[in-house]
């Protein structure tokens, strides 16, 4: 698949204003594969196809999560994790594009997970910091996403899990070892 034919998909999928979210992360998911050299062609089409299912109703995609046998723990979380492991599902088996880190580029952009590859990284930051984010903290992450991916993973995970324990709200198993991977690889705590 290419960068057009991913365009006219997820635009027949998504609102208008998704849609141009998925634009604007795929243009910062190509100028971070720039700086830390990946590929700029998967992190246009990962970050492209990342929200492919985030439109799908809640039903929906509870329906595609037994389809597809994916984990049923994932119920047990808030439905807007559940886009992502739907999404890469159908991008890959319907679509055909398997190539594994963009699959779990788009699964784990949610959730982020431990032992990350730099694509999944790139796409979990590019949708934190694409230009239209605005909430504390994001400017922060934006001048880490120049210098330093880890960090601003990590500054990313650790904002995200401050705003859900602040709203009493759980908080997904990956996300936790993703926090604490990268605590570890920046320095932090041991």
């Known amino acids: 698949m290419n960068e057009r034919e991913a365009q006219s998909i997820v635009k027949s999928k998504l609102s208008k204003d998704r849609y141009e979210h998925t634009l604007r992360v795929a243009q910062t998911a190509k100028q971070l594969a720039e700086i830390f050299n990946a590929s700029t062609k998967k992190a246009v089409l990962a970050g492209l196809l990342h929200d492919y299912a985030k439109c799908n109703p809640p039903d929906e995609l509870k329906e595609q999560i037994k389809h ?3 984990p049923k723990h994932l119920l047990h979380y808030h439905k807007e994790l559940w886009h992502g492991p739907v999404g890469a599902k159908i991008i890959k088996e319907e679509y055909m ?5 963009i699959f779990h580029a788009i699964y784990y952009h949610t959730t982020a997970r431990e032992n990350m590859s730099l694509l999944e990284k790139i796409i979990y930051v590019a949708d934190y910091i694409e230009p239209g984010r605005k909430f504390p903290g994001v400017e922060e992450v934006r001048k880490l996403a ?3 991916l880890d960090l601003a ?3 990313a995970i650790r904002n995200s899990m401050i705003h859900l324990l602040k709203k009493d709200a759980i908080i997904f198993p990956d996300t936790f070892l993703a926090y604490n ?3 570890k ?5 041991k």
């Open 68 to 70: 597809f046998r994916l």
């Open 97 to 101: 594009v398997t190539d594994e880190d």
């Open 146 to 148: 120049e210098v330093n």
């Open 153 to 155: 993973t990590h500054r």
């Open 181 to 183: 991977q990268l605590t």
């Open 185 to 189: 690889i920046i320095g932090g705590v």
